[in-house]
Nanobody, 122 residues
Framework: QDHLVESGGGLVQAGGSLRLSCAGTGRIFSIDKMTWYRQGPGKQREWVGDISADGVTNYSELVKGRFTISGDVARKYTMFLDMSSLKPEDTAVYLC???????????????WGQGTQVTVSS
């Protein structure tokens, strides 16, 4: 079982909207921050934005004004990414990461989900 599970990806037309979800599993707790990354075809992984345990959000300039991050990081270990005005260049695997503690080892580190595919057609 992964530490994080993403859901909500799919195929959408340009200009459309999509909501992604990320949730911590029983393998992680005490999360300080959750982050969205994405990796497009043939591209390097890039930072999309994040949300801290006290709800402070930050965004990449590439998505600011189009994407919104929300969630309850401190209590429910959840994070959402509401994407609107989607463009073909937003096509990517979207990955969730969290800075937290592994339930079994107590190790505090950065843990990842498997990712969810978002495809924006023109």
């Amino acid at each position: 079982q992964d530490h994080l599970v993403e859901s909500g990806g799919g195929l959408v037309q340009a200009g459309g909207s999509l909501r992604l979800s990320c949730a911590g599993t029983g393998r992680i707790f005490s999360i300080d921050k959750m982050t969205w990354y994405r990796q497009g075809p043939g591209k390097q992984r890039e930072w999309v934005g994040d949300i801290s345990a006290d709800g402070v959000t930050n965004y990449s300039e590439l998505v600011k004004g189009r994407f919104t991050i929300s969630g309850d990081v401190a209590r429910k270990y959840t994070m959402f990414l509401d994407m609107s005005s989607l463009k073909p260049e937003d096509t990517a695997v979207y990955l969730c990461a969290a800075e937290g503690r592994d339930t079994a080892t107590m190790y505090f580190g950065l843990y990842w989900g498997q990712g969810t595919q978002v495809t924006v057609s023109s």
